[in-house]
């Protein structure tokens, strides 16, 4: 198993060959916890565990708990957990978010015990695109049809009262969030992510607060690359675990 720089260096993960890979989304994910945080963060649907063990190791007050549904990709997670010295703070579930009630509280899905959930969910519907022939891929990109307001169901059920949710997500999916988002969760913030100044946003970033009736707000957009095709200074530090993303 090979195991690569991740967090520039502060940690490294072991990733399948093909599928799904972590990267900069889940550098942004993780950057949204500040360094002070303490209590309990879930990254929800956390693959192999990229943005979960990226927010460990940059944030030593907070536990962790990644699930994952996918058996295989659980084990890189555990693998990458104790490879990087957090098992201490960092434990790993094998569950379906999209199950029923009873079935994740079965995994402790429902204990409404996390003051913060992080997210990344698969960004592509049903009959939206074509899908991929890796397995692993596909289930990684590919929501059910309703897949996404259960998805918002149970991590509405992870969280304690006024605990705080963030999800990256693609622009398309924005009108579909809100709705699942509503009577569950309120103060809605929104960080839309530019890969160029003069781009349109690729990824948004989206905070909501459990049990909240605060409206929704907008934040600038943070630009990823400078005119040179790098990364801005600040994105740069936000990949090496400097910097976080205050979405308040």
Same mark, same amino acid.
């Given at each position: 198993?090979?195991?690569?720089?991740?967090?520039?260096?502060?940690?490294?993960?072991?990733?399948?060959?093909? $599928?799904?890979?972590? @990267?900069?989304?889940?550098?942004? =994910? &993780? +950057?949204? #916890?500040?360094?002070?945080?303490?209590? %309990? *963060?879930?990254?929800? $649907?956390?693959?192999? @565990?990229?943005?979960?063990?990226? =927010? &460990? +190791?940059? #944030?030593?007050?907070?536990?962790?708990? %990644? *699930?994952?549904?996918?058996?295989?990709?659980?084990?890189?997670a555990r693998t990458n957990s104790a490879h990087n010295g957090l098992e201490t703070r960092l434990s790993v579930v094998e569950a379906d978010?999209?199950?029923?009630?009873?079935?994740?509280?079965?995994?402790?899905?429902?204990?409404?015990?996390?003051?913060?959930?992080?997210?990344?969910?698969?960004?592509?519907?049903?009959?939206?695109?074509?899908?991929?022939?890796?397995?692993?891929?596909?289930?990684?990109?590919?929501?059910?049809?309703?897949?996404?307001?259960?998805?918002?169901?149970?991590?509405?059920?992870?969280?304690?009262?006024?605990?705080?949710?963030?999800?990256?997500?693609?622009?398309?999916?924005?009108?579909?969030?809100?709705?699942?988002?509503?009577?569950?969760?309120?103060?809605?913030?929104?960080?839309?992510?530019?890969?160029?100044?003069?781009d349109p946003a690729i990824r948004l970033l989206i905070r909501g607060t459990k049990g909240s009736k605060a409206p929704l707000s907008i934040?600038?957009?943070?630009?990823?690359?400078?005119?040179?095709?790098?990364?801005?200074p600040f994105v740069e530090k936000l990949h090496a675990g400097e910097a976080s993303l205050n979405l308040v």
């Amino acid at each position: 198993m090979k195991f690569e720089p991740f967090l520039r260096g502060r940690i490294s993960i072991a990733q399948p060959e093909t $599928g799904h890979r972590a @990267g900069t989304d889940a550098i942004l =994910l &993780a +950057a949204t #916890v500040s360094s002070g945080f303490s209590g %309990l *963060v879930v990254d929800a $649907g956390a693959g192999v @565990g990229g943005a979960g063990l990226a =927010l &460990a +190791a940059r #944030v030593p007050d907070a536990r962790v708990t %990644l *699930v994952e549904i996918d058996p295989a990709t659980v084990e890189f997670a555990r693998t990458n957990s104790a490879h990087n010295g957090l098992e201490t703070r960092l434990s790993v579930v094998e569950a379906d978010l999209l199950a029923s009630h009873a079935e994740r509280s079965l995994n402790g899905l429902t204990r409404e015990d996390a003051a913060c959930v992080i997210t990344n969910p698969p960004f592509l519907s049903e009959g939206e695109a074509r899908p991929s022939s890796d397995e692993d891929r596909r289930r990684a990109h590919l929501m059910p049809t309703g897949g996404l307001e259960r998805w918002m169901k149970a991590i509405h059920a992870l969280l304690a009262p006024r605990g705080t949710f963030v999800m990256i997500t693609r622009p398309e999916r924005l009108q579909e969030t809100i709705v699942a988002c509503d009577g569950r969760f309120g103060f809605l913030t929104l960080l839309p992510i530019h890969p160029h100044e003069d781009d349109p946003a690729i990824r948004l970033l989206i905070r909501g607060t459990k049990g909240s009736k605060a409206p929704l707000s907008i934040l600038p957009g943070l630009v990823l690359h400078g005119p040179d095709g790098r990364f801005t200074p600040f994105v740069e530090k936000l990949h090496a675990g400097e910097a976080s993303l205050n979405l308040v």
